[in-house]
């Protein structure tokens, strides 16, 4: 943000500038032109004036000794001729005879005045021919040229110039910075409130927003404040609930186990399937703890990766599923389930390998029991662009269109399954694990049936 403000700021500063500067320049480039035809035209109205004596007493001594001077003075040289065009003095090098002094005499003897058009600039070079007709009114007796260089005026505009652009360019510079110290006082604020929402969105106790900027983002960090208060207290509360649910009913449920276990060598055989049904109803609740407290871990490690970007080391992903298939196939083979792995080329994958291993878990589990006696269940690993693949699929019953929508959702368990053991936390666990690491889980149905759940993970750098 604050980068595109100072865009903004840096093009109005620009336009701000050239739009003064600009003007500047052309009236500071006429102001010295004119000033340099007004001295020259000035020149040439004192030496028509000594050129109209000189016609009228016969005496041109007075007019050459002047017209001398000036041209050892300045370098300029100067041409006077008389009615027909007869040279009266010459000086500098200019003749009476070069075609572009013939062509403003005649233009002076026909009583027009002659200076040079356009205005100067830095570069100009060269020198400017100007010529003005001898005599009074309507009386022409003679002209004056005289040809004046323009390299101390070019330099004097250059030396203007290069003033107009410093100025310039420090009222620039003195903008860039107060842009950039204004947007620092606009954006720091937001910046530090981006971080604080980031933290409480992830679930952590954000630190507070402090007070900054305009008066309106003092007040929005005021009332953030206020409101990440409440919301972290909230959040604080309610996994200290689960947290603590979940170990306070330990101890009772160890306790009402083994009281149950110590009632069984008294109980008569008729009560053998009541005390079966307990404690399975134990055995359920023990896992359902177990796995809040998971899930609960699972979304506070989330949470910290979002705000803090932290990336652990990496592992094979190949080598970490091949393992985990390796311990899950004797529990496959006691349900009657072939479990394989389909072996490929290395996965390196941005993941720790113990939540991947953990992921893996969750998802040989789930096949292993829902895919039902006879199925057959396949694990392999492969990478597919910028992302490495976990699947595993099996050739059970699958779910249904409707159903593939609702995995993943806590506590969902499909109809079909009510019967097999299960909290139905596992899919949820298994997503804020990958979640958090920048991953996706995805629920298809594989071909001709069954189920296939991809772990999509950002690939990590070859071990």
């Given at each position: 943000?604050?980068?595109?403000?100072?865009?903004?700021?840096?093009?109005?500063?620009?336009?701000?500038?050239?739009?003064?500067?600009?003007?500047?320049?052309?009236?500071?480039?006429?102001?010295?032109?004119?000033?340099l035809v007004a001295a020259r035209t000035a020149d040439?109205?004192?030496?028509?004036?000594?050129?109209?004596?000189?016609?009228e007493s016969g005496d041109t001594g007075a007019l050459t000794a002047e017209v001398t001077r000036y041209t050892e003075l300045y370098g300029e040289a100067v041409v006077v001729v008389d009615a027909r065009r007869a040279p009266v003095v010459q000086t500098g090098g200019l003749r009476a005879a070069d075609p572009a002094v013939a062509r403003l005499v005649d233009a002076a003897l026909r009583n027009q005045p002659v200076s040079p058009g356009g205005t100067l600039r830095p570069w100009s070079r060269g020198d400017k021919l100007l010529a003005r007709p001898v005599g009074t009114g309507t009386r022409v007796s003679g002209a004056v040229v005289l040809r004046a260089s323009v390299r101390t005026a070019a330099y004097d505009i250059a030396l203007r110039w290069a003033l107009v652009l410093a100025g310039a360019g420090l009222v620039a510079v003195a903008c860039v910075v107060l842009a950039r110290r204004a947007t620092r006082w606009v954006v720091r604020p937001l910046h530090r409130l981006d971080r604080a929402v980031g933290a409480l969105a992830a679930g952590l106790p954000p630190e507070h927003a402090r007070a900054g900027g305009p008066p309106e983002l003092r007040q929005l960090a005021t009332g953030f404040n206020r409101m990440a208060?409440?919301?972290?207290?909230?959040?604080?509360?309610?996994?200290?609930l689960v947290a603590d649910t979940s170990h306070q009913l330990r101890n009772p449920l160890a306790a009402l186990r083994l009281r149950i276990d110590s009632l069984q060598p008294r109980l008569p055989a008729s009560a053998t399937r009541t005390y079966t049904g307990v404690t399975a109803e134990l055995e359920r609740m023990e896992r359902l703890l177990d796995d809040l407290l998971t899930l609960a871990h699972a979304e506070h490690r989330a949470g910290e990766l979002a705000v803090t970007g932290r990336q652990d080391a990496g592992c094979e992903a190949a080598a970490?599923?091949?393992?985990?298939?390796?311990?899950?196939?004797?529990?496959?083979?006691?349900?009657?389930?072939?479990?394989?792995?389909?072996?490929?080329?290395?996965?390196?994958?941005?993941?720790?390998?113990?939540?991947?291993?953990?992921?893996?878990?969750?998802?040989?589990?789930?096949?292993?029991?829902?895919?039902?006696?006879?199925?057959?269940?396949?694990?392999?690993?492969?990478?597919?662009g910028a992302d490495a693949v976990v699947e595993v699929r099996d050739d059970g019953p699958g779910l249904a269109a409707a159903?593939?929508?609702?995995?993943?959702?806590?506590?969902?368990?499909?109809?079909?399954?009510?019967?097999?053991?299960?909290?139905?936390?596992?899919?949820?666990?298994?997503?804020?694990?990958?979640?958090?690491?920048?991953?996706?889980v995805e629920f298809t149905a594989a071909e001709p049936h069954g189920l296939r759940v991809r772990v999509v993970l950002p690939k990590g750098d070859t071990p």
């Open positions: 943000m604050r980068t595109r403000v100072l865009t903004v700021v840096l093009a109005f500063v620009v336009l701000a500038v050239a739009g003064f500067a600009v003007p500047l320049l052309g009236v500071t480039a006429t102001q010295r032109t004119q000033q040439l109205d004192r030496f028509a004036g000594l050129a109209q004596q000189a016609a208060d409440a919301v972290t207290t909230a959040l604080e509360q309610q996994r200290r970490v599923t091949e393992a985990q298939v390796r311990l899950w196939r004797p529990v496959a083979e006691q349900a009657g389930v072939r479990l394989e792995f389909v072996p490929g080329p290395a996965v390196p994958v941005s993941c720790p390998a113990d939540e991947l291993a953990q992921v893996a878990d969750i998802l040989l589990d789930n096949a292993i029991k829902y895919a039902g006696s006879g199925a057959r269940v396949e694990a392999r690993c492969r990478t597919e159903e593939l929508a609702q995995a993943g959702t806590r506590f969902w368990r499909s109809e079909r399954n009510r019967e097999v053991r299960g909290s139905g936390l596992g899919l949820a666990i298994a997503e804020r694990l990958v979640a958090g690491r920048g991953g996706r």
